[in-house]
């Protein structure tokens, strides 16, 4: 009707109005199409910390707020820039490495649903954030062969590329060990 075809979200009483193509397309798809390929997907704005466990230890990022701090630009003239501010305890962490470190957690993409956590665990994340029902997730990276990796995000379990995981790894080290 109207030009479209009407969507409901499962026993959701908002209906919406969708392109009959879009309709189509959803309708003949298969179901692993429409999952998400990201690992975890979460709110960085809403973070208040993160355990990171790697090696035997737990270290801690704080999300500590913004400040402003005056750059010189391309042209060679000096700007006033709003940054994030990390620490660890007393410590403050670099945010371009802390920032590269969620990059690469953003980045981790999925190469297979399912799969069961059996081997070495590389490095794990605890996410403490500010949404109620997930005020504490977990991301826990395994390693399944040579080339691949378990992630059990919240629960959910899928498979991921092993070199990205040895990546986040590095750089979680850079994080605490500079």
Known sequence: VDGGTYARLGDSRMVYLIST???????YAAASSLQPDEVCVLNW???QKIEVT???????IEFSGTTTEEI??????TVTQTVNVYRSG????????????????????????????SGEELISFTFYQEVDGYEEL???LTAQDTASCVADFAGAACQTD?????????????????
Do not use: K
């Not at 193509?21 to 309708?27: F, G, K, M, P, V």
């Open 138 to 140: 977990t991301l826990r």
């Open 54 to 60: 790697y090696g035997g230890q737990t270290h801690t």
């Open 90 to 117: 007393e410590e403050e962490l670099s945010g371009t490495e802390v920032e590269a470190l969620l990059d690469a957690i953003n980045a981790l993409s999925v190469t297979a649903r399912g799969g069961s956590a």
């Open 21 to 27: 193509e879009t309709a189509d397309s959803l309708r």
């Open 162 to 178: 092993r070199s990205a995981v040895n990546e986040l790894v590095t750089l979680a080290q850079t994080v605490f060990e500079n």
């Open 72 to 77: 010189e630009d391309s042209e060679g003239e």
């Open 45 to 47: 704005d809403q973070m």
